[in-house]
């Protein structure tokens, strides 16, 4: 069984301004035709919004893509140490928003992904914290 053709609203909105057109109808002051036209015309507008909409998102979608994919093949450890001192603490200030450190561990919050629990050992560090006067004393 064949499904009934059912136009879209926009081809909707074009049909009956071409059906208004061809019977004259714009001429008239008749306050439905007008009022018909008006949401003709509104309708018409929403959906060229809902359309560069799309193609504002499609586009950024793309550059995105384009920034993963070179992200993904970039040699971080290359750059890294490439890198001067003022350049990598560019990169850190970029990629970081914040540290906080606790006893057992260190939270750390990427730019854009949620936090993450980094234990001290990760990272070469040792548990605890000491506090040690002039000379070595507490």
């Given at each position: ?13 074009a ?16 306050p ?5 036209n ?10 060229e919004?809902?359309?560069a909409e ?6 950024v ?24 001192d003022p ?28 936090r993450l ?20 004393g507490i």
């Amino acid at each position: 069984m064949t499904r009934p053709f059912v136009p879209s609203p926009a081809a909707r909105c074009a049909l009956i301004a071409v059906l208004l057109a061809l019977s004259g109808c714009r001429q008239t002051a008749d306050p439905t035709l007008i009022r018909l036209n008006g949401r003709i015309e509104a309708v018409r507008r929403a959906h060229e919004e809902r359309e560069a909409e799309r193609t504002q998102l499609s586009e950024v979608a793309a550059k995105f893509e384009e920034v993963a994919r070179i992200l993904q093949e970039m040699d971080v450890d290359r750059l890294w140490d490439e890198a001067t001192d003022p350049e990598r603490r560019v990169i850190v200030e970029e990629l970081l928003e914040s540290v906080a450190m606790y006893p057992d561990h260190l939270e750390v919050t990427v730019s854009g992904v949620p936090r993450l629990n980094v234990t001290l050992e990760e990272v070469g560090l040792t548990g605890g914290w000491q506090f040690r006067g002039v000379g070595g004393g507490i």
